[in-house]
Every structure is written in structure tokens, then in C-alpha cells.
């Protein structure tokens, strides 16, 4: 039988269930994610894999697993703590987010970290052959995101935003040169997918970013670096993944059924006529 437990506060009760996905848990729960961070569970690229499913790949136990999800919640909520729920702010907010600070953490990191690999593998790549694999995954990573960040940038984000803006005001949306916003949310989650996978060979290249007996303080600053690079592209990725992407599909979809629905209601045609 699945494990079930109740959550939340008194004016948000939530029920967690093992059979709920990952993807789900960690948007409805954002103090999952720390849990998922801490047992490896990926919770953005493989988001949609159950609780158990994830876990058994694991070899965890999800109903210890889902009780660690409640607690770090009842933490969060006995500190006062309120989580913000990006699913209900406008998109142009979460955009903010991401770009200010996830964006920008890229940017500050990528070359700082890109060094310090080129260092280390310069003084101990001949008695540590793998630092090599971990400057050029690194170095691929880098590149894949800065010209990643840059399509999102200057071509998907502000489209959803105007996007948003039309919804709003009542308006047609601007119709794209990309058709609809599923096709770049598509490249864009391939995108991420292989970032995720260069992650994982990062990780495993390390060892878990273990530092060897003998790794000097850089070493050091190297591996703890690359562990909260990837605990902040984690994150970074779940957003637009498992909320960004999919309320903006949603929300050209119902606009479009909307618009569909006034046609047919012969309401909309001067609206239709002023826009061409």
C-alpha cells in the first residue's frame, strides 16, 4: 500500500503520497527539495518518476523518504518560514527569479569554477587522470548553458511575458515566429536534459565530489564549488521545467480555447479585423 501523510499548515494541508511524482512533490513542497538534494533524487530532468519509482532506482525506502519531505516542511513552517508558491505568481515574477538569480549565478560561477579546474588538473591531473574528463564536462557544461541562457533570454522569456502582458489586458497574443511556445519549451527541456546528463558525469567522475587524501586547497574549493552548481542548476531547472514551462503552455492553450469560443460567438471578429 502506498505511504500517505499529511502535511502542510492549517491554511495550506497538503497530502503527500509515495505514488505522487517527484516533479510534484517538489513544486508543491518546495522544502522537498532539500530531501531530494540530500539522497541524489533528481527532481528536475527525472521529475517524472513517482516517489517510489525514484526511490526503488535508488534503493530507498520512499515512505522514510516522504517522512523526511514532512518534516522538513514542519521545520520550514515552525521557523515561520513562508515558502513562496512559484505557481501562483505572475510569470513575469518567476522570470525575475530565475533570470536575477539562477542567470546571473551561472555567470559569476562559470569562469571562476572554469579556473580552478584548468588549475587543478594543471598541479594534480598526472596523479589524478580523471580531472581532465572533470575540465572538459565542466568547460561543455559552461558553454551549453551560457548559449542556453542567452535563447532564453532574448527570445522565449520576453514571448511569455508579452504572452502574460496579452492575457491580461484582454488582447490577442503576438503570434510567434516559433509557432507556439511548446516547440522552444521543447528544445529547451532537451537542452536541459543534457545538462543534466553532463551533471551526472560530474559526479560520477568525482566520486560524489570526493576530494582525495592528497587534494590541495584549491582541490577543495573545486569540488564544493561544483556541488552547489549543481545544487543551484537543480533548482534552476525545476523552475522552468516544472513551472515556468508548463503554466506558459497552459496558458496559450487557454487563451487559444477562449479565443475559439468568442469566434464561435461571433464576439471577437472586430478584434480580429483591427489586429490585421
Known amino acids: 500500500m502506498a505511504g500517505t501523510i499529511f502535511s502542510g499548515d492549517k491554511g495550506n494541508p497538503m497530502t503527500l503520497d509515495t505514488t505522487k511524482t517527484v516533479r510534484e512533490l517538489a513544486v508543491e513542497v ?133 504572452m502574460e502582458e496579452a492575457v491580461i489586458a484582454g488582447e490577442l497574443i503576438p503570434p510567434p515566429r516559433f509557432g507556439q511556445v511548446a516547440n522552444p519549451v521543447r528544445m529547451m527541456m532537451q537542452e536541459h536534459d543534457a545538462a543534466g546528463d553532463l551533471l551526472r558525469k560530474l559526479r560520477e567522475t568525482t566520486n560524489e565530489f570526493t576530494v582525495p587524501a592528497d587534494g590541495c586547497m584549491s582541490f577543495r574549493m573545486l569540488y564544493q564549488g561544483l556541488l552547489e552548481f549543481e545544487a543551484d542548476l537543480h533548482q534552476h531547472i525545476h523552475l522552468e521545467n516544472n513551472i515556468l514551462f508548463p503554466r506558459s503552455v497552459a496558458l496559450e492553450g487557454d487563451r487559444n480555447a477562449d479565443l475559439v469560443t468568442e469566434c464561435g460567438a461571433g464576439k471577437c471578429c472586430d478584434e480580429h479585423q483591427h489586429a490585421s
Not at 569554477?113 to 587543478?120: F, H, S
Open 30 to 162: 518546495p522544502s522537498a527539495i532539500r530531501v531530494f538534494q540530500s539522497r541524489g533524487i533528481d527532481f528536475c530532468c527525472g521529475g517524472h518518476k513517482s516517489l517510489t519509482e525514484a526511490c526503488d532506482g535508488l534503493n530507498l525506502d520512499a515512505a522514510v523518504v516522504l517522512r523526511e519531505i514532512a518534516s522538513a516542511d514542519e521545520e520550514r513552517i515552525a521557523r515561520c518560514e513562508n515558502a513562496t508558491d512559484w505557481r501562483e505568481v505572475p510569470l513575469a515574477e518567476l522570470i525575475a527569479q530565475i533570470v536575477q538569480k539562477h542567470h546571473l549565478y551561472v555567470r559569476s560561477e562559470s569562469p571562476r569554477l572554469a579556473g580552478l579546474a584548468a588549475k587543478v588538473a594543471g598541479k594534480h591531473g598526472p596523479n589524478h587522470l580523471e580531472l581532465s574528463d572533470v575540465k572538459a564536462a565542466f568547460d561543455a557544461l559552461a558553454e551549453d548553458l551560457r548559449v542556453h541562457m542567452l535563447k532564453e533570454e532574448e527570445v522565449l522569456f520576453p514571448y511569455i511575458a508579452r
